[in-house]
């Protein structure tokens, strides 16, 4: 029998022979021509935002550094979860980008100082932060260690967790370990509310045996579920990729809508406000809408806020959270998305 694997890999050059499966969109962050032709069909110049009528959802396009910026967007609204995915200062697809940049360390952390103080300036009394944090093992693992160490300078803001979300595709080389894994630093200011949740892993391993009551136990005749509480290493969660329905061709390194949905659900409650300094796909809105939250997001590329306003559009429209490999710029020939 063929692995899974195999069959992905199998069917992915069947489909790029066809045409079929092959993303109609690159990385927008890479081919300027193409960047070129969507900005016409972007609604936002920089400094405005977008109020979702339906709901009260806001897409600008903003500069997260900048505090006027900010405080456009939120007003006098304070948010009880901030999910900021910054850039990572890691040149990634072997491509030094404008939104995908690799910067001296000292600019970068300079640039996330500015950032995070305006984060710590909306956020409620008490609140959550979820930051996702890239480390390059080329240049020192870089910038994970330092952002962490910058951190320490937000006395308001208390560390809790250092999460790894475990990619089931990973990448690799013939003389390293496979590198399969996301960090996501944890942070809360005052004292937050934090829900269980749990993942649709079952239970399968018995253990830990504990006398209650009198009677010896084990653990899943004590669980209150019967399916497994994620911990800091995320083992069920896919990273994005061209097969998936929640793909968005022409944004690079996206974030699985399970992983932002998870957040969400563990660190908010319904009808509360989230907000996302760093829109990219617009993953943070449509984990939003899905479970009830206003969201505010903004992202400095009008192109990135345009995809964030019409992934929530489509999603209303189709119910599908995504593009997978179709464009979200429809009104392109073909021909225009093509790349180099």
Known sequence: MKSTLQIELFESKIGQKSGKTREKLKRLDIHG??????????????GEIWEDPVKGHRVGVLDATKEEDVKKILGEEKARLVINDPPYNVVVGNANTPNLFKMDIENYIQFSRK??????KIMADDAHLYVWIGADYRDNFQPLPDFMIMMREFKELRPKNFITLR??????????????????????????????????IPK??????KVVKGKL???????????????NVWVDIQQVFYRMEENVPG?????????????????????????????????????????????????IDPVFAEITIRR???????????????SP????????TKWT
């Open 167 to 200: 990619n089931q595709r990973g990448y690799g080389t013939q003389k390293n370990w496979m590198w399969v894994r996301q960090e996501l630093l944890y942070y809360v200011k005052g004292n937050p509310s934090f829900k269980v949740v749990y993942t649709d």
């Open 217 to 231: 136990t084990e653990n899943l005749e004590r669980s209150r579920s019967d399916t497994i509480r994620p911990g």
């Open 33 to 46: 021509e193409l960047r070129g032709k969507i900005l016409p069909l972007c609604r936002l110049k920089y």
């Open 312 to 326: 929530l559009e489509r999603y209303r429209e189709t119910g599908k959270t995504g593009w997978q490999w179709e």
């Open 329 to 336: 710029f429809p009104e392109l020939d073909e021909d225009e």
């Open 204 to 209: 399968i391993l018995r253990g830990y045996y």
């Open 251 to 299: 944004c690079y390194a996206q974030k699985p809508l399970k992983a932002i949905e998870r957040i969400i659900e563990s660190s908010s409650d319904e009808g509360e406000l989230v907000v996302d300094f760093f829109a990219h796909s617009g993953t943070t809105l449509i984990a939003g809408e899905r479970l009830g939250r206003k969201v505010f997001t903004f992202d």
């Open 115 to 120: 950032w995070v103080r305006n984060t710590l």
